[in-house]
C-alpha cells in the first residue's frame, strides 16, 4: 500500500483539495455534472438530435466548472458559509424601551 498513486491523507485539520477545489465545491462540481449527465438523457430521451444535446451539455458544463472554480478561488473553504452567515446579521439592532437595559 506504500506504493499508491495517490495521497489520500493531507494530515490533520487541513481540508480536502482536488485540483485547486477546496473543501465543498468538490461536492458542487460532482452534483452539477451528475445533473448536466440527467439533463442530457432527458433531452436524448424527448427525441432531441444528440449531436445538438452535446452541443448544449458542453457549454453549459463549462460554464458550470469556471462558476465552481471560482468561487473557490474566491471564498475558500469557509468563506461561502462565512458569506452566507453575514446576510443573516441585521444592520443595525434598535431599542424601543430601556426595559432590556435595566436591571431589576
Known amino acids: 500500500m ?19 477545489l477546496k473543501a465543498q465545491y ?13 439533463l442530457f438523457a432527458i433531452l436524448y430521451m424527448a427525441g432531441i438530435d444528440s449531436y445538438l444535446c452535446v452541443g448544449l451539455i458542453l457549454p453549459l458544463g463549462t460554464v458550470f466548472v469556471a462558476w465552481v472554480f471560482r468561487l473557490s478561488n474566491r471564498y475558500g473553504e469557509h468563506g461561502m458559509m462565512k458569506k452566507m452567515a453575514r446576510r ?3 444592520q443595525t439592532v434598535t431599542a424601543r424601551n430601556r426595559r432590556l437595559f435595566c436591571a431589576l
Do not use: D, H, Q, T
Not at 27 to 38: C, P, R, S, Y
Open 88 to 90: 443573516s446579521v441585521p
Open 26 to 38: 468538490i461536492w458542487w462540481l460532482g452534483g452539477g455534472m451528475v445533473a448536466l449527465l440527467i
Open 2 to 20: 506504500a506504493n499508491s498513486a495517490y495521497k489520500i491523507n493531507k494530515g490533520i485539520n487541513v481540508a480536502i483539495e482536488f485540483r485547486g
